[in-house]
């Protein structure tokens, strides 16, 4: 099972708690603790162009504004990777700055969009790659698609070969048999060199349940599991770290210090 990583998404979707307000040393203590623990992949928050801010807040007006505090706090030489999500319609790709290896510790850009947004959404998507970042392409409230939308996604993600698709459970009501039945489709589906992700809200008290069946369902794909600090997170919250990261440890080869 050394083919999942868990990617931290506190900052981000547990900022739905308290706006955003984060204070700089919140970010960084936070930042420490996730990078101790030796999570894959911490989410920073968002960047956008319509409410974000300079400091004390996850809702960063740029990248360069998240970039720097990271190298300030000396996060260049750590095994977990950085990501920031973007909302379609907050941000224009086109805006990004090119990433620069030798500086940017940011690389990852999870564009997150509705289902009528989706072609829009491709052409962003394409946009952060041409720039030199690793698109994670998020398409919220799965549920909301029919079967042949979901493999005309698959079909688009194929062709643009993002670092990860996401099923995205954004109202945290689906059925674990309705969730199996997508797993199975975008397993089937998804070319193998593509990490498929999972986005679970726990509103209906299965979010931990349907990972553990996530987990156990996909075996020849890099996979992703979002998690956050005790649950944080919009509605229900999300799939606790800590529960998680233990099942992992126990039921894996990993070693998550928790």
């Known amino acids: 099972m050394n083919n999942i990583e868990l990617l931290d998404c506190t900052l981000r979707d547990g900022g739905y708690l308290n706006n955003w307000e984060f204070k700089d040393s919140t970010i960084i203590e936070t930042i420490n603790n996730l990078v101790r623990s030796n999570i894959e992949i911490i989410e920073c928050g968002y960047i956008t162009q319509t409410r974000g801010k300079t ?21 260049g030489n750590v095994s977990s990777q950085f990501v920031v999500m973007v909302n379609l319609g907050e941000f224009k790709p086109e805006d990004l700055p090119l990433f620069n290896p030798d500086t940017d510790l940011v690389k990852g850009i999870r564009l997150a969009f509705h ?17 030199g970042y690793e698109p994670y392409v998020q398409p919220m409230v799965i549920d909301s698609y029919s079967e042949q939308e979901i493999l005309d996604l698959i079909k688009k993600c194929n062709n643009l070969s993002p670092r990860a698709l996401y099923i995205v459970d954004s109202k945290g009501l689906l059925e674990e048999a309705d969730f199996c039945k997508i797993v199975h489709m975008f397993n089937d589906n998804l070319d193998n060199g593509i990490r498929l992700g999972i986005h679970l809200h726990n509103d209906n008290n299965t979010a931990f349940d349907k990972a553990v069946l996530f987990v156990n369902s996909i075996i020849h794909r890099h996979i992703i599991i979002d998690v956050s600090i005790g649950g944080a997170g919009r509605g229900g919250g999300n799939v606790k770290l800590n529960e998680m990261a233990s099942y992992l440890n126990r039921c894996s080869d990993k070693d998550y210090l928790l």
């Open 55 to 75: 400091a004390d807040s996850t809702c960063f007006l740029s990248l360069s504004i998240i970039n720097n505090l990271l190298k300030l706090n000396n996060f």
């Open 115 to 131: 289902k009528h947004k989706l072609a829009a959404a491709i052409k962003a998507a394409e946009t952060i790659k041409q720039k």
